[in-house]
């Protein structure tokens, strides 16, 4: 969960814990993705803070968005 005395700041935080979910399965590719605002209320951050969180996850190409219907996982590219 978020720690709100470490120096990592707060969407990173959030950016790490939805990383690892979208790594470990919990989120296949093509699920939606919570919400900014349903995050927010489950890891204790500010919406524009997870906003911030989920357009990191949009730029590291993990994730895309449907304008209207929100964030989805992003196929998994071979190497």
């Known amino acids: 969960m978020i720690d ?15 990383v690892e979910r979208i790594r470990a399965g919990e989120y296949p590719p093509g699920t939606r993705i919570p919400s900014a605002v349903a995050l927010s209320e489950e890891l204790g951050i500010s919406t524009p ?7 990191q996850l949009r730029e590291d190409g993990l994730t895309y968005t449907v304008p209207g219907f929100g964030s989805y996982v992003a196929e998994r590219r071979q190497a």
């Open 4 to 18: 709100p005395t470490s120096e990592v700041p707060r969407w990173r935080q959030a950016h790490a814990i939805i």
């Open 49 to 55: 803070t997870a906003q911030k969180a989920l357009r």
